[in-house]
């Protein structure tokens, strides 16, 4: 199993993260909190004090085309949302 881990950098993900110090990532469906939270210590170098996970479900997608209606789904996913102690901070783009 592979466990992969990527931030989500929205609106409303920097707006939690300014306001409460809580960062926003996008999980393997099959990872659990304790993977979550070592994975960001590993990866990031900070204390992660709380891990919130939730399954964004699938959604119905379809469109119109030349050969006709199409219809699918998205994929299932996981999102994390992981609290950092005081004074610490995770910059998403000190790797560019």
């Not at 999980?27 to 170098?45: A, D, H």
Request: glycine fraction near 6%; charged fraction near 30%; aromatic fraction near 8%.
């Amino acid at each position: 199993m592979e466990i992969s881990i990527k931030p989500i950098v929205t609106e409303k993900a920097t707006k939690l993260t300014e306001a409460l110090n809580r960062y926003t990532f996008r999980v393997s469906p099959e990872t659990n909190k304790t993977q979550i939270k070592s994975m960001v210590e590993e990866l990031y170098g900070v204390k992660v004090t709380k891990v919130n996970t939730m399954i964004v479900r699938r959604k119905r997608k379809q469109r119109y085309t030349k050969g006709g209606l199409i219809k699918g789904t998205t994929s299932l996913w996981k999102k994390a949302i992981v609290s950092v102690a005081d004074g610490q901070v995770i910059d998403f783009y000190s790797n560019i």
